[in-house]
């Protein structure tokens, strides 16, 4: 049998991008429901289904009358590490609207970390030329804006579904009109004229990431196969210091940025600083640059990891609660002021195809965080712009949900569990971080792209069975963009196109007739019918 419910809107996803986007929808009226793989706030102790919980570093914001920051200088600083692909048009309304964001996150709950003025502290982090980043915790913003975001949900009218994987989107008469979904006990279906994805990145793609297990890429997955756009997901994010523990699979502890930003060095085996010539910024260079000095000094050397000397970070712990406790969980300690670290799969710079409201090339198909391209990351992401962008997008994607409440979606008829293309996860994980990840050419890409084509069909009977079909298709795309894309740029390096395009143009990929295809462009359409143009939405107009 299977439940069925109606809704205004329907969010896959409860990080911060989805929490915000159902919290502005039912404060104007709208019926929401949530679903989410894991609980909006999970138990102590047990891992959390949102990346927005892991989060360390904290919020890039510009707070009005700064007189040593602006809006202006964190654009340049976004385009100067999106390395030509950020469109300043999508993301300068994105950078103005971080302060009402974080004001209304504030009037949720959350709490950040205060100087005696009463003012934010602040940070600074890798590709930022001044200390704009906010945080709460020392290093557990993510946890702290997660916690807030996840009790003002539980006092607000929304209906949560716990421990759900959405198995597809429901479409008719060309739009979105609900999705079906699987739990333990049964089977679903939600109906609504508003279908939000927000369900983070795809770490899992790889055999070692920052991300929690629910990153199975299956946002993309999703809007793939309801028809919607994708782009620049060549641009996989490896974050320079992830912990490196031997023979560790699946989410290690990320090292947050903010510890170079406080005095931590990178060192190789000898004590040599990793980044010295490399860049004026040094160890607080863009993340593609410091990951790949990361990578030289390890081949340099010969040894598996370098060091992030700690040792003139002021009183580590009390800053650094998180990284310590994930140290200490993985069998190693501080005593001796170094930690061996590695860059891991990160974050996703693309995604589904966005319009400055969140709409995708679906109508009534919508995306925000990380899932989603706006064009504000471009090749790399800046430091700590995520939880900005989901801050925001989240709102905006909202009140596209409140013009999308008027229609009436089609009556679709609810499907059969499907059948689709599925590797086996282990024998995909190895062979995308063995071709796929920070170093591509030909031939590895073209090896992969063979494995994952020749993918088994398996019934979708189980959630393992959803993530391994998403990972697959998720994983097709990546590859495709990667092979279409024939220079090096920001996250994306081509050993055998190591030089970069003089004009780079982001690269449109659909799923057509069940195989990745770069296609034209399509803008995002209104309910109303208008298309808003994309030169507000970013790439090429």
Not at 405 to 426: G, Q, S, T, W
Not at 441 to 462: I, Q
Request: aromatic share 4%; glycine share 12%.
């Amino acid at each position: 049998m299977v439940e069925e419910s109606r809704a205004d809107l329907v969010v896959v996803g409860a990080g911060v991008a989805g929490l915000t986007a159902a919290l502005t929808a039912a404060a104007r009226g709208l019926t929401v429901t949530v679903l989410t793989k894991g609980r909006t706030w999970a138990q102590p102790g047990a891992e959390h289904s949102a990346s927005t919980f892991y989060a360390q570093g904290g919020i890039a914001v510009v707070e009005p009358g700064n007189p040593g920051d602006s809006v202006a200088l964190h654009l340049a600083d976004t385009l100067a590490a999106g390395a030509g692909l950020t469109d300043p048009v999508a993301t300068e309304p994105i950078l103005a609207g971080g302060w009402p964001a974080v004001t209304q996150l504030v009037g949720w709950g959350a709490e950040f970390d205060l100087g005696a003025d009463g003012r934010f502290l602040r940070t600074r982090e890798g590709g930022h030329s001044v200390r704009r980043i906010i945080h709460a915790g020392g290093d557990a913003t993510g946890a702290r804006v997660q916690q807030a975001l996840a009790s003002a949900v539980a006092a607000a009218p929304i209906r949560v579904i716990d421990h759900a994987s959405a198995n597809a989107i429901l479409t008719g008469d060309g739009r979105a009109a609900g999705l079906e979904f699987v739990t333990a006990g049964g089977r679903g279906v939600v109906r609504a004229p508003a279908v939000l994805l927000a369900t983070g990145g795809l770490g899992h793609v790889y055999s070692a990431t920052t991300n929690p297990a629910a990153s199975t890429g299956d946002g993309v997955a999703l809007a793939l196969r309801a028809g919607a756009q994708v782009a620049d997901l060549e641009f996989v994010q490896f974050h320079p210091t992830m912990l490196y523990v031997p023979g560790a699979r699946g989410r290690r502890t990320l090292v947050s940025e903010a510890v170079r930003g406080e005095g931590g060095v990178l060192v190789d085996d000898h004590g040599a600083p990793v980044t010295a010539g490399v860049h004026p910024q040094g160890d607080l260079a863009p993340r593609d640059v410091v990951a790949r000095a990361v990578t030289a000094a390890m081949r340099r050397t010969g040894r598996p990891h370098v060091w992030l000397d700690i040792s003139g970070v002021e009183d580590f712990e009390r800053r650094f609660p998180t990284v310590t406790a994930g140290v200490r969980a993985s069998g190693l300690d501080l005593a001796g002021g170094r930690l061996p670290v590695v860059p891991g799969a990160h974050y996703l710079c693309g995604g589904v195809v966005t319009d400055s409201h969140g709409r995708t090339s679906v109508p009534g198909l919508l995306a925000a965080g990380e899932v989603a391209r706006t064009g504000l990351h471009g090749a790399n992401r800046l430091a700590s712009n995520s939880l900005l962008e989901g801050l925001v997008m989240g709102r905006s994607a909202a009140l596209a949900a409140v013009e999308l409440a008027a229609v009436e979606p089609p009556r679709v008829p609810a499907c059969a569990p499907p059948v689709l293309p599925a590797c086996d996860r282990i024998e995909l994980q190895d062979a995308m971080s063995e071709a796929a990840a920070l170093d591509r050419n030909a031939e590895g890409l073209a090896s992969v792209g063979a494995l994952l084509e020749a993918a088994p069909l398996r019934g979708l009977a189980t959630v393992a069975d959803i993530e391994d079909a998403n990972l697959t298709l998720a994983a097709r795309a990546v590859v495709a963009a990667a092979l279409e894309r024939r220079e090096s740029r920001g996250c994306h390096y081509r050993s055998d196109f190591p030089g970069s395009e003089e004009a780079p143009q982001p690269r449109y990929f659909a799923l057509v007739e069940g195989r990745m295809r770069s296609v034209p462009r399509l803008r995002p359409v209104t309910c109303a019918g208008s298309a808003e143009p994309m030169a507000s939405v970013g790439g090429a107009p």
